[in-house]
């Protein structure tokens, strides 16, 4: 029960690692808003993670977190719900590319990088401004990728939107911590979930192969690690990167 009494938002939550981590959250006593861009998804996991009985709660909500004004009410629905806010989870994500010279910017880039880079730094700001007006401590946990630190295949942008959630965590720590704020980034590597499943059998079996123990990480394996950051036993973990990527970039 290490996040008993802790309220949090965890985006993309009704699917892969957001859902995994929803789970592990209730587990450990957490409440919890399950934010996705489909409502019926994030409806639906709230009402099967109620029914297991687990010791938190559970609520949903809809969000595109491609939407300032959205992660902003996001943000004031927890607090509605649950009375205040611990932690945030800037989890949700799209994946994909074409080769670079193939790009049409506004669909090869410009959707992308409005997911997976303005809606971190969305979350960022509606939640850090929630904390600091709470004057409690903080945790800002947002989802970067192992190509947030490499480049690869047809990559271009979701690169460079994994890379901006490795530098907005950094600064986000170094400019919070005055309000007991830390902010931490992870970098998961190959993992068993939609984005994943997408591909042909032949391509999950080099993901495994890129991986130490021949295999693509569990949802529930990255989502024990987003608990311990979220708890208070990681309190002197801030401002860094922790690589969730069974030793990919080793
Ligand atoms: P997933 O596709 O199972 O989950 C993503 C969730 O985000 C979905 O529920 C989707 O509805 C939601 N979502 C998408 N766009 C949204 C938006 N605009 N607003 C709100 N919600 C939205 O995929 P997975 O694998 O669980 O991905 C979670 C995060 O992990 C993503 O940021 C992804 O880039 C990252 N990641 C995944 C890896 C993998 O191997 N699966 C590896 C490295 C990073």
Not at 29 to 35: E, W
Not at 129 to 134: E, L, T
Not at 193 to 219: C, G, V, Y
Request: proline residues 2%; negative net charge; glycine residues 10%.
């Amino acid at each position: 029960m290490r996040l008993e009494g802790k309220v949090a938002i965890i985006t993309g939550g009704a699917s892969g690692i957001g859902r995994a981590t929803v789970e592990k959250f209730v587990r450990e006593g957490a409440k919890v808003l399950i934010a996705d861009i489909s409502l019926e998804r994030a409806q639906q996991a709230s009402d099967e993670i109620a029914a297991t009985g687990a010791a938190g709660a559970t609520a949903a909500c809809q969000v595109d977190v491609s939407v300032f004004t959205e992660v902003e009410a996001m943000v004031a629905k927890a607090v509605e719900v649950f009375g205040k806010l611990d932690v945030i989870f800037n989890n949700a994500g799209i994946a994909g590319g074409k080769p670079l010279l193939d790009h049409d910017p506004s669909v090869d880039y410009e959707p992308m990088i409005r997911v997976d880079q303005d809606g971190v730094y969305y979350g960022i700001l509606a939640a850090g401004r929630q904390f600091r007006d709470q004057g409690t401590p903080g945790v800002i946990i947002s989802t970067s990728s192992i190509y947030g630190e490499q480049a690869a295949e047809l990559s271009f942008t979701y690169s460079a939107a994994k890379a901006a959630v490795i530098s907005f965590t950094r600064s986000a720590a170094y400019e919070l911590a005055q309000f007991g704020i830390r902010a931490v980034a992870i970098t998961p590597g190959r993992v068993g979930t939609a984005i994943i499943n997408q591909f042909s059998d032949e391509l999950k079996a080099t993901f495994a192969a890129e991986q130490m123990r021949n295999k693509m990480t569990e949802p529930s394996e990255i989502a024990d690690v987003v608990a311990f950051l979220a708890s208070d036993e990681a309190n002197a973990i801030n401002g860094t990167v922790v690589h969730v990527d069974d030793g990919y970039s080793s």
